[in-house]
């Protein structure tokens, strides 16, 4: 078999040399680059498009562009793609694609994996690549048996006439001389064989009998290892360092200073980390350097007492409604720092030789990745190839690409091929973190039990700036330094002065009824660096908007869920979801000693509410079951959706039971499991998921069934103890020095 990287170009001109195998020239909708396509073409491939490749066996392989990081996304989109083009899902070979704009993400315009849209953004495109494909397919079996379009049919990989079957690749040859279609029929959804159809997913074996590949796993011939000692205190840059020590211990190759620190290479990754340690190393000192946590949050009180924010929405009269309110509430809710905590460290191989480089590694951002090292490595982008691997958990992490920057700074710096790791304390101490958020809400409610007035204010860190700060070397690799960092400096003077950073107040004030809206942001940044975590600003304010909902409910004297009914007549999918959810929470019987809590929210176009079975004893809060009831539109398979669910709670409990940082003279003192902890199996609750049945497009499912979750405990531990947490990680009898709420 003969394997080569091959471009739709050269296919058009050269099918014989491939022993009869044919490129149709169309792509992905939106997206047509002549360049050549990073694809493996074996003898007699066929490659209608830059997603697919059947074989004269009929064999058909699937290039995936999305990244997959444990969410299902490899397991949907094939779904996709197979519904269209008849054939099962289960029986694609899926390969991950390279970097090529054909591959970009349409929701993103880059080549990237995030923000929960994988499914929506190509719940057509795809598709139409399907369907496109088996038209085609469907001309040249006409041709080739003189039979009439309309008395074919297709089934799983084959062509159905009358009772004979044939499968897809005896048509290959005759469809390279056909012009392929750009707009064939979808299927209408009463059609569908696999969307909405629950299956095994496409990667279990693989990551069963351990023949899945992820960055970890890579291992090559001539490669060295590579551990970098950074500084405790983020933002400190080296003063000097003694490796005197360390370039005498056994396998070590090198020591050199790279942007981040000091670099240590060896033959095996513990020498590297042993000499690391032994490494003596002096840092500046920065302003974090003399901060601790309860500064920190000091801080935060200060500049929310200041009530010196930015502007985000002001609609109605807030103001006038506080004071016609029949009652006012007020209350102020803590976030910490939060680290995501992928059970796959950051790792990455870089080789640079002869003018070109390769890069292993699992990414968000593979087109990232690429720049990033044409830029450090000297090279034009397409002289970089990336090797996507699968992702051990990602929650946004592996959306920040900094530990490819240092693989190849070090294998540009000594000649060799670099695998560098991070360890569980490197990501935990060195990583990139959930802002802290210091959030205060004041509501008016009717005499009637209708929200009149919501003022709500964030004090915290900016995502977006760091985001921007990360995104554009690596996006832009031509760009210098000095215009990259106008750039950054520009976006950081904007979301710190004058312009609200959308994704960190996301979630606090859309869902429900108030016709007079206020929403500020104060910005107050430490320096620890911050960047997207699982649902984003999601994650802290629905902690904060939902638990005011509740508080609300109970001002009014009415029934969480009725009290929320109410007030989302403007909303109702999202009053559809809650409906479906209190239904099922009054059809709950809850043990003795057990107490339940509601919670709802939108988050990446989908409905989620959660009802959490709650207790405690000697202050101990023990979740034992949640309800999940989710409207993510067409659900392409149950089960994944399921999972998504399940795993997003679940990582929401460790936030919302454990999950929290401390800082201590500027560094963070968790480093591992053992003093960061998350949810154990013991800890666990049976999660029962509700999928409404929907005929809309299919909307997110990683990210929405975190933000819930938290809230809904909190309201629960409320109604077994009269106590209302406003802080997390929850703790029953925690201070109430930033809890106070009023009632007027």
Same mark, same amino acid.
């Given at each position: ?24 020239? +169309? ?12 694809? #493996? ?25 999305? @990244? ?12 996709? $793609? ?43 495109? *795809? ?8 038209? *085609? ?37 005759? #469809? ?57 205190? %983020?933002? #400190? ?49 920065? #302003? ?102 699968? *992702? ?86 031509? *760009? ?32 429900? @009824? ?10 107050? @940044? ?27 409910? $109970? ?87 399921? %999972? ?28 591992? +499991? ?71």
């Amino acid at each position: 078999m003969k394997i080569e990287n091959v471009s739709r170009r050269r296919f058009l001109k050269a099918t014989a040399v491939l022993g009869g195998g044919v490129v149709i020239g +169309f792509s992905l909708t939106g997206c047509s680059t002549p360049g050549p396509l990073p694809i #493996a073409v074996a003898e007699g491939g066929f490659v209608p498009n830059a997603f697919l490749q059947i074989l004269p066996d009929n064999t058909i392989k699937f290039y995936t562009a999305r @990244d997959e990081m444990g969410q299902g996304v490899t397991t949907g989109l094939s779904t996709l $793609i197979g519904e269209e083009l008849d054939y099962d899902p289960l029986r694609m070979e899926i390969l991950l694609a390279g970097v090529h704009e054909d591959y970009n993400n349409p929701g993103m315009g880059v080549q990237a994996t995030g923000g929960s849209n994988a499914i929506n953004a190509h719940y057509e495109p *795809l598709r139409q690549v399907g369907a496109n494909t088996r038209a *085609l397919l469907l001309s040249a079996a006409a041709l080739d048996l003189g039979v009439a379009r309309d008395a074919m049919s297709t089934e799983d990989g084959h062509i159905i006439v009358a009772d004979k079957r044939y499968p897809y690749g005896q048509f290959v040859q005759t #469809a390279a001389g056909l012009v392929a279609p750009t707009e064939a029929p979808l299927k209408p959804q009463s059609a569908f064989r696999y969307i909405g159809r629950e299956s095994t997913r496409v990667d279990a074996l693989a990551k069963s009998n351990g023949s899945a590949v992820f960055g970890i796993d890579v291992d090559l011939p001539d490669m060295h290892y590579a551990v970098v000692k950074r500084s405790p205190v %983020a933002g #400190a840059k080296l003063v000097s360092f003694d490796a005197s020590k360390t370039l005498v211990m056994p396998g070590v190759t090198d020591v050199i200073e790279i942007g981040s620190g000091v670099a240590v290479v060896a033959e095996q990754y513990w020498q590297a980390k042993t000499a690391a340690e032994a490494l003596t190393v002096e840092w500046e000192t920065v #302003a974090l350097s003399k901060l601790n946590s309860a500064a920190i949050r000091a801080d935060y009180q200060t500049a929310l007492a200041a009530d010196d924010a930015v502007s985000a929405t002001d609609d109605g009269d807030v103001e006038g409604a506080l004071t016609a309110a029949n009652q006012v509430l007020e209350a102020v809710y803590w976030t910490p720092y939060l680290s995501h905590a992928p059970m796959e460290p950051m790792n990455a191989v870089v080789r640079v030789q002869n003018g070109e480089a390769d890069v292993w590694s699992g990414t968000q951002g593979p087109s990232g990745a690429q720049g990033l090292v044409a830029r450090f490595a000297g090279l034009a982008p397409e002289r970089v190839r990336v090797h996507q691997t699968y *992702l051990g958990g990602s929650f946004g992490r592996r959306g920040t690409l900094t530990h490819i920057i240092e693989a190849t700074q070090v294998a540009v710096a000594t000649d060799k091929t670099i695998k560098l790791l991070w360890s569980r304390e490197d990501d935990l101490k060195n990583g990139l973190y959930r802002p802290a958020s210091l959030m205060r809400v004041r509501a008016g409610l009717s005499e009637s039990g209708k929200i009149t007035a919501w003022d709500a204010t964030r004090v915290g860190g900016n995502i977006s700036p760091e985001t921007i700060k990360n995104l554009m070397p690596a996006l832009f690799p031509g *760009l210098g330094d000095g215009l990259i960092g106008w750039t950054v400096g520009l976006a950081e003077g904007a979301f710190n002065g004058w312009v609200a950073d959308p994704s960190s107040l996301e979630g606090l004030y859309e869902d429900y @009824d108030h016709p007079n809206t206020r929403v500020t942001h104060t910005t107050i @940044d430490h320096g620890l660096p911050l960047t997207f975590w699982r649902s984003v600003g999601h994650s802290y304010t629905a902690f904060a908007k939902e638990s005011m909902i509740d508080e609300l409910a $109970i001002a009014a004297g009415e029934d969480a869920v009725a009290f929320r009914i109410k007030n989302t007549e403007n909303n109702p999918r999202l009053q559809h979801v809650i409906r479906v959810a209190g239904k099922a929470m009054d059809a709950m019987t809850p043990a003795p000693g057990r107490y339940l809590g509601f919670a709802a929210h939108h988050s990446f176009l989908t409905d989620v509410a959660q009802v959490a079975e709650v207790s405690v004893d000697a202050g101990k809060i023990r979740v034992h079951r949640v309800l999940c009831v989710v409207n993510c539109g067409i659900a392409v398979n149950p089960d994944i959706v399921r %999972a998504q669910m399940e795993g997003a709670i679940m990582f929401g409990l460790t936030a919302a039971l454990h999950g929290h940082h401390e800082i201590k003279n500027g560094a963070v003192v968790e480093s591992n +499991f053992h003093d960061y902890p998350i949810l154990r199996m013991s800890e666990a609750p049976s999660v029962e998921v509700v999928i409404v049945d929907s005929t809309d497009k299919p909307t997110g499912v990683g990210e929405p069934g975190l933000p819930p979750i938290a809230p809904a405990v909190a309201n629960a531990v409320y109604r077994a103890t009269g106590q209302r947490l406003r802080s997390l990680p929850l703790a029953v009898n925690q201070s109430a020095s930033i809890d106070a709420v009023q009632i007027g």
